[in-house]
């Protein structure tokens, strides 16, 4: 079935060095892409999202690209903090309509801060 | 900001009991809440999809019988675990959707079953 997976289970980097975390999709269809980060324990905190039609966002030190010809997400963080380290999740909308679809989740990227 | 609240956030039941987990959209109504669950160091997996006064459309392999989703305000919808296994111990997760893309995630909830 139709999925979306990450390249890298763990990344670790030193802090302040910067971090890209990548995501393979495999729908087409889908319009919408969001970034979460999950602490142990926690629920999903939402980090930064991205439309179909738009092919880099940027937010507080990071920034997501999208590139619909090979389907791939990514993640990049700037200046990583102690606080960064997480696991990483891409998320796709399930279908084309909006947020009323769910969403398929990757695998996940468990980012490590090095001190 | 908007916020999704879930309760309760840990319960222990045993083995052959049902549990009912709520999600709470605080103070925005939300059209549509899911329930995820994630099993220790897997991802997230949308269980069923709730619709507030209707019937919820559950995902492939998810049990309806086993797996209750009620929906009955545009600010609670909740999830009973019938007759729940230690199979069933997972960490549940909702999330609500009002308008447009927004996407809310509650805190989870984590379930043991003895």
């Known amino acids: 079935g139709e999925s979306v997976g990450l390249h890298l289970p763990t990344l670790s980097v030193q802090e302040g060095d910067n971090s890209i975390i990548n995501c393979a999709y495999s729908?087409?269809?889908?319009?919408?892409f969001i970034w979460y980060k999950q602490e142990s324990g926690k629920g999903p905190q939402f980090i930064i999202d991205?439309?179909?039609?738009?092919d880099k966002r940027q937010g507080q030190r990071v920034t997501v690209l999208l590139n619909k010809t090979v389907k791939h997400l990514s993640l990049q963080i700037a200046a990583t903090q102690p606080g960064d380290s997480a696991v990483y999740f891409c998320?796709?909308?399930?279908?084309?309509?909006?947020?009323?679809?769910?969403?398929?989740f990757g695998k996940g990227t468990h980012l490590i801060i090095q001190p | 900001g908007a916020v999704v609240s879930q309760h309760p956030s840990r319960v222990i039941c045993k083995s052959g009991t049902s549990v009912k987990i709520e999600c709470r959209s605080l103070d925005f109504q939300a059209t549509t809440m899911f329930w995820y669950r994630q099993f220790p160091k897997q991802s997230l997996m949308l269980m069923a999809t709730s619709n507030e006064g209707s019937k919820a459309t559950y995902e492939q392999g998810v049990e309806k019988d086993k797996f209750l989703i009620n929906h009955a305000s545009l600010t609670l919808s909740t999830l009973t675990v019938t007759s729940a296994h230690p199979e069933d111990s997972s960490f549940y997760i909702c999330s609500a959707t009002g308008k447009g893309y927004t996407i809310y995630f509650g805190e989870g909830s984590w379930l043991t079953v003895v």
């Open positions: 729908n087409s269809a889908s319009d919408y």
């Open positions: 991205i439309r179909s039609n738009m």
């Open positions: 998320a796709e909308n399930r279908g084309s309509g909006g947020g009323a679809d769910g969403l398929t």
